[in-house]
Each structure stands twice: as C-alpha cells, then as structure tokens.
C-alpha cells in the first residue's frame, strides 16, 4: 500500500511538473507574439513619419509621380502589417493559446489603425485641394478673341449671394478638415490605451517567466 502511494504521488508530482512546464511554454509563446506585434506598431508608425515626409516635399516642390510611387509603398507597408497582425490574432482566439482577450485587442487596435489611415489620406486630399477660395483657376473653358487677351469665365460680378456662397464653401472645407484632424487624434489616443494594456501584460508574464525577460535584454544588446 505503501508502495502504490508513493507511486502514485510521484505520478501526481510529474503531471504538475508537466502542466507548469506546457504552462510556461505557452506564455513564452504569447510573450513572443506580442513583441512582434509592437514590432508592428513600430513599422507602422516608421510609415507615418515617412508618408508625412513625402507629403510635406510634395506640398512644397510638387512631384505628383513621386508622391504616388510613395502611396503605393506605404499601402502595401500597411497591408503587410495588418496580415500579420490578424495571424497573430487567429493564433490568440486558438484554443491551444486561449487568449481571447488578447485577440480583442488586437482587433480594437487594427480597427482604429484603419480608421487613422482613412483619416490621414483624407487630410492629404483635403490639403492637396485646398480652401476653394484659394484655389487656382484653369483658364481652358476661357474666350480668347487675341493671343494675349482672352475673357475670363472666372470673372463675375461680385454680389452678396456669391459672397455667401464662397464662404459656405470655405467653411465647410474648414469643418471637414478639422474633423479628420480630430478623428486622427482620437484614433491615436485609443490605440496608445490598447497598447498600454498589451505592456501590462508583457510585463505580467515577463513576471512569471524571468529568463524571458534576460533573453529580451540580452537581445537588445545585440540590436
């Protein structure tokens, strides 16, 4: 009797031993897939500061090609990142990893990485077109009657209808802009809350498994 009880604690000992094991496994692998989501984020916003870069260089010298050659890099940058970022979460909603949490906020972040992404292109197509009282005039529909003299379709009497008009339209012009400004803003603002969450828990299982936090020093070192 004693026999089968020593036994049987031995065994009982071993499937703790396994169960802590597989335990810490899994979290190495959780910690791993966070980091390269930061990593993510920091190609993300590597991205930004190179579209607002390119954007800035347009505006001042011009460069439609050169600026569109960008666009697209940027776009396929963007994608790449959000396929990642989804493969992680898939990994996360696995029953093998069981973090559904972790999923959801993943998800929460790409959503408003989309939404900063639609806001900011439309921020450069406002920008690009300007208030439409500043903006220049083609003279192609124009009557030329000399080479160098022509009538101007543009020119109309100045009355307080098309005062109003003009001023409508710079306003809402001003109104738009300022919402996609606002909208960038608060997008940036609930994905640094996401981001603080997914440090916390880095944090929590860096707690929990030591040696993970030396391997992540010992690589910086080395970066």
């Known amino acids: 009797m004693e026999d089968f009880e020593k036994k049987l604690s031995i065994k009982e000992s071993m499937e703790i031993e396994e169960d802590e094991g597989s335990s810490s496994s899994k979290n190495k692998e959780i910690l791993h897939l966070l980091r390269k989501f930061l990593d993510v984020q920091q190609r993300r916003a590597q991205a930004y500061s190179k579209l607002k870069t390119g954007f800035s260089e347009y505006m001042n010298s011009g460069g439609e090609l050169a600026y569109q050659q960008l666009c697209s890099e940027i776009t396929i940058e963007f994608n790449d990142c959000s396929k990642q970022v989804l493969e992680m979460e898939s990994l996360f909603l696995n029953p093998d990893y069981g973090r559904v949490d972790l999923a959801q906020l993943l998800r929460a972040v790409q959503t408003h990485e989309k939404q900063k992404l639609h806001l900011t292109a439309t921020i450069q197509v406002l920008k690009k077109a300007g208030r439409p009282s500043e903006r220049p005039v083609s003279h192609e529909n124009c009557l030329f009657k000399k080479p160098m003299e022509h009538e101007c379709v543009h020119v109309h009497e100045i009355t307080e209808a098309a005062g109003t008009e003009d001023a409508e339209a710079n306003a809402e012009y001003d109104n738009a802009l300022k919402e ?11 994905i640094n809350e996401h981001l603080e969450e997914l440090r916390y828990e880095i944090a929590a299982l860096e707690a929990d498994n030591p040696t993970c936090r030396i391997c992540k020093i010992h690589h910086q070192k080395f970066d």
């Open 180 to 190: 996609a400004i606002r909208g960038v803003q608060d997008a940036v603002t609930a």
